[in-house]
């Protein structure tokens, strides 16, 4: 019997409870769904690591969740193109929370547009900003998770991996690649 009888006694707040968990956040210095992220991870009492290329805005985002949600929060600035970046901010932020549960990987890079105008360079910099930069980051948790035997990674997609959206032809083939890769 697999099911999770475990939790019909418990109510959603209690099945959503983080507390004392540690998570990394990737994309979440900007307006978009990384910070929405990082606000429900903390939100439900997780101490989070914020991780994006500018810092100013990275640390803007770290205080308002410290004030809003009590929790512990640290701006850590990588560029999530290059993987030594990469490694090195999940290294940090894992040092900094004592620990690692939750990896968060919502890297993005993108040029849309119609396909047939793309040079190379722009199907290069899709590609990479919307696939390989999110493989960098899964193999860095992995680095901590697997010796611990413990820890989710959360793989951020988009609905145009599902749905072809006009101007987002290379974006939605990397987002269908993230599906296939989690």
Partial sequence: DHLPRHIIPKSVADLMDLSGKKAICTGAGGDGLGQAIANRLAGSGADVALVGRTLSKVEH????????????????????????????????????????DIMINNPIMMRGGLFENHTKEDI???????????????????????????????????????TAQNGLVVYGASKAGVIGFT
Avoid at 70 to 98: F, P
Avoid at 135 to 142: E, H
């Fill in 61 to 100: 985002r770290v205080a308002e969740i410290r004030d809003r949600w009590g929790v512990k929060a640290y701006a850590i600035e990588a560029d999530l193109s290059d993987s030594n970046q990469v490694h090195r901010s999940v290294n940090e932020s894992t040092e900094l929370l004592g620990g690692l």
């Fill in 124 to 162: 290069d910099f899709t590609v990479h900003g919307s696939f390989s930069m999110l493989m960098y980051g899964a193999y860095a948790a992995l680095q901590h998770l697997l010796p611990q035997g413990s820890g989710k990674i959360i793989n951020v997609s988009s609905a145009a991996a599902r």
